[in-house]
């Protein structure tokens, strides 16, 4: 049963609206696994962006129990934290293998090392991997402050040169990490993090992005009806013609 509310488009971005996460998520699940498919039958393999966090709970529960032909899959991620290991509970890498990779097995999977000793050298070693053929689809997020991947609004660029970097992690975007209980305390929340810039993002030939909960209602607002600003750095997903933002009803309670 289709439980969509409401579909409509901003400026090149279109919107569809569900009754709560689980019907957000199976119907996430449904067109990523469609698109995929799609690019499998292209092209002969799919090259794929994954986010994290507890939003993507609801789409990644669905989106592995889809007949997808994984072993045609290349795997990436979206960021990492500097520092932690793959073992750490808020390891992204180790989000990723529990929740996706291990259960499907893609053809490939890509992780970017946040305790790599040379960083720099990682971001490039990571650069080179996606520059190697076009990304077909990132399934992404929104943070509370309206981040996409880690880029937070200090350090958002919407014509960043580079597309792996360092980062430093703003406070409000630290108090999420440390409110869905990925750490005990603030401090214990890292300072930095290797990302995907907003441009290598937005190349992606497709962008599915899940959003739910009413802690994201104010960044929604922002991003669909405030100005396309690094203020809210979700909000450029606006200028482009394949992303669709899939949001539940209280993510959308803040849109007019």
């Known amino acids: 049963m289709n439980h969509e509310i409401r579909a409509f488009q901003v400026d090149q971005m279109r919107v569809r609206i569900y009754s709560d ?7 996430a699940a449904e067109y990523v696994a469609g698109v995929i498919h799609d690019a499998i039958g292209a092209r002969g393999r799919a090259r ?7 939003s993507q709970f609801e789409f ?4 592995v129990k889809k007949a997808i032909a994984w072993a045609h899959v290349e795997a990436f991620h979206l960021d990492e934290y500097v520092g932690i290991p793959d073992t750490h509970p808020a390891s992204f890498r180790r989000y990723l293998r529990e929740r996706l990779f291990d259960p499907v097995q893609p053809g490939a999977v890509h992780l970017l090392d946040g305790t790599a000793a040379d ?22 997020g929104i943070g509370e402050n309206g981040h996409i991947a880690f880029n937070d609004p200090p350090v958002a660029d919407f014509h960043d040169p580079l597309w792996v970097k360092v980062v430093d992690l703003d406070e ?18 890292p300072r930095q993090a290797i990302t995907l810039t907003v441009p290598a993002i937005l190349r992606s030939r497709i962008i599915s992005c899940v959003v739910p909960d009413e802690r994201k209602a104010e960044a929604v607002k922002n991003a669909v009806q405030g ?3 690094t203020a809210c750095p979700a909000s450029i997903l606006r ?12 993510a959308a309670s803040g849109l007019q």
């Open 21 to 27: 996460k689980n019907q957000l998520g199976a119907a």
């Open 48 to 54: 794929v962006l994954f986010a994290t966090g507890a």
């Open 60 to 63: 990644l529960d669905a989106l």
């Open 119 to 140: 960083l720099e050298q990682e971001c490039q070693r990571y650069t080179r991997l996606l520059l190697e053929k076009d990304i077909d689809l990132a399934c992404i």
């Open 172 to 189: 409000a975007c630290r108090r999420q990490q440390l409110g869905e209980g990925w750490f005990p305390t603030l401090d214990a929340v």
């Open 227 to 229: 100005p396309v600003s």
């Open 239 to 250: 200028t482009s013609p394949n992303v669709t933002l899939w949001l539940d009803v209280p």
